[in-house]
């Protein structure tokens, strides 16, 4: 038993930044992998960012290398998604979501916030 709650969304104009949280409750999920998703009307999920509890191995999509990280803190049960240089076509709602292992595929997630609106405006 356990959720995942994202943080940390807003209003931003291009090239601005946010971090976003996402704190788990419940339960600690130190043995899964944590996964960063967008998405916007009309469209699938897509893969943002991914980190391994226990390995610390971090993975980004392409669309977001070098702007987005994602950083763990295992004894707050929390991760976080740094966003730099943020652009209009990042505007989404940011879900966080916890699986046992690390994906780019949104539908082995077993656990997932509510998510949060990010907006970044030219």
């Known amino acids: 038993q356990g959720q995942v709650v994202e943080s940390g969304g807003g209003l931003v104009q291009a090239g601005g930044s946010l971090r976003l949280s996402c704190a788990a409750s419940?339960?600690?999920?130190?043995?899964?992998?944590m996964g960063w998703f967008r998405q916007t009307p009309g469209k699938e999920r897509e893969f943002v960012a991914a980190?391994?509890?226990?390995?610390?191995?971090?993975y980004v999509a392409d669309s977001v290398k070098g702007r987005f990280t994602i950083s763990r803190d295992n004894a707050k049960n929390t991760v976080y998604l740094q966003m730099n240089s943020l652009k209009p076509e990042d505007t989404a709602v940011y879900y966080c979501?916890?699986?046992?292992?690390?994906?780019?595929?949104?539908?082995?997630?077993?656990?997932w916030g509510q998510g949060t609106q990010v907006t970044v405006s030219s």
């Open positions: 419940g339960r600690t999920f130190s043995n899964y992998a």
């Open positions: 980190i391994s509890w226990s390995g610390g191995n971090t």
């Open positions: 979501a916890a699986g046992r292992f690390v994906s780019t595929n949104w539908d082995v997630y077993d656990y």
